[in-house]
């Protein structure tokens, strides 16, 4: 019986989420949401088209193809996260 109850509970607690209401967005929120929106409605454009000079985009590739140098580790040090090594000026 608990088990069952347990269960249900769980199934339902996702349509709960949509019920609570995070109030009204501070000014912040708003002014944020404003600018995503115009982003999104390309309204806010600039007339001018962004370019890059071909050694711009020469860099640029390079500094990508650099990253590919470097071994993606199979597990990550959870001690080591954040921390910067004093010893070699940061």
């Given amino acids: 019986m608990k088990t069952t109850l347990l269960c249900l509970t769980l199934l339902t607690l996702p349509l709960t989420s949509h019920a609570i209401d995070a109030g009204p967005a501070s000014a912040q ?27 711009e985009r020469e860099l640029s590739l390079q500094r990508w193809l650099k ?23 940061g």
Avoid: C, M
């Fill in 29 to 55: 929120q708003q002014e944020t949401e404003g600018w995503l929106l115009l982003q999104s409605r390309n309204k806010v454009a600039s007339p001018k088209p962004q370019t890059s000079t071909p050694t």
């Fill in 67 to 89: 990253s590919y140098t470097h071994e993606i580790p199979e597990f990550f040090d959870q001690q080591e996260g954040g921390k910067v090594d004093s010893g070699t000026g």
